[in-house]
């Protein structure tokens, strides 16, 4: 009897232990090379555990088309397969679903780029600059971490043809050389020009300038002279009018005071 209680514990811890084993991450070592080849075209995150839910131990991705040596391998919670690596000095794990066995780095097409003489302005849609690439075409990883600015001028020295049939250009900018996509860029500067700005109106009463207020003042200062000539003038004028008057007044007196006189005398002479 007890036998059998102990058989039966023993068969549920077994089973216990199968079920554990099952739910917890598989570790397998392993030792193969893969590629990077991220669905999104950014490279592959290197993280400090077998899922997304750690945190990266790289501030960048590691880049496209990476070679990379898988020493083991992990199921994550999520059931997909990592592979713990090494890349620039930094140990962690990636997601094996964005990788390859094979190379998968794009062969550049035997084409035969022409000689060129231009320039050019970069005149991006987006308004965000131009990025320039290891190869004619978008396939082909940046070779700057930065776009080039927008209206940079650049002199195309190579023209080619990518594979969806747009026009590249050959150029260097800041030390680096490599393409860019033409349709992104124009002949002519693009560059905005800064609109005039407009004198404000001054808001309260006008404040002369000092140079109108010098000319004014030396104006006034010419004309002073003849002033008092004018103010002589009219006062002869306002003391002639008096004694013209005056003049008159006394005359026509003495005139009348003769004419009494005479009628006087006349009366006289007839009685």
């Not at 250009?169 to 700005?197: A, H, R």
């Not at 000539?229 to 004028?237: F, G, M």
């Amino acid at each position: 009897m007890k036998r059998n209680r102990l058989t039966s514990r023993l068969s549920a811890l077994l089973v216990c232990l199968v079920l554990l084993a099952a739910l917890l991450p598989t570790t397998a070592q392993a030792s193969y090379s893969v590629y990077v080849n991220a669905k999104d075209g950014l490279g592959l995150n290197l993280r400090a555990g077998p899922g997304t839910e750690y945190a990266t131990v790289r501030s960048s991705p590691v880049p496209m088309y990476t070679r990379l040596t898988i020493s083991r391998t992990e199921t994550s919670a999520a059931g997909n397969p990592w592979g713990y690596t090494s890349y620039d000095g930094v140990s962690g794990w990636v997601c094996l679903v964005e990788t390859t066995t094979y190379d998968p780095t794009p062969v550049q097409t035997q084409s035969s780029p022409s000689q060129a003489d231009f320039f050019i302005y970069v005149n991006a849609k987006d308004g965000l600059g131009l990025n320039i690439r290891g190869g004619p075409g978008t396939e082909y990883h940046t070779v700057r971490s930065q776009p080039i600015p927008m209206y940079t001028r650049l002199h195309i020295t190579l023209t080619d043809t990518s594979s969806t049939g747009a026009t590249w250009g050959y150029t260097s900018y800041d030390g680096v050389s490599g393409w860019v996509c033409l349709v992104e860029t124009t002949t002519y500067d693009p560059t905005p020009v800064p609109e005039q700005e407009l004198e404000p109106q001054p808001l309260g009463p006008t404040v002369p300038d000092v140079q109108d207020t010098q000319d004014t003042q030396e104006t006034q200062q010419n004309q002073e002279p003849a002033a008092p000539a004018t103010v002589q003038a009219d006062s002869d004028s306002a003391v002639a009018a008096p004694v013209m008057t005056m003049a008159i007044g006394i005359l026509i007196g003495l005139l009348a005071a003769i004419l009494v006189v005479l009628i006087v005398i006349a009366a006289r002479k007839k009685k």
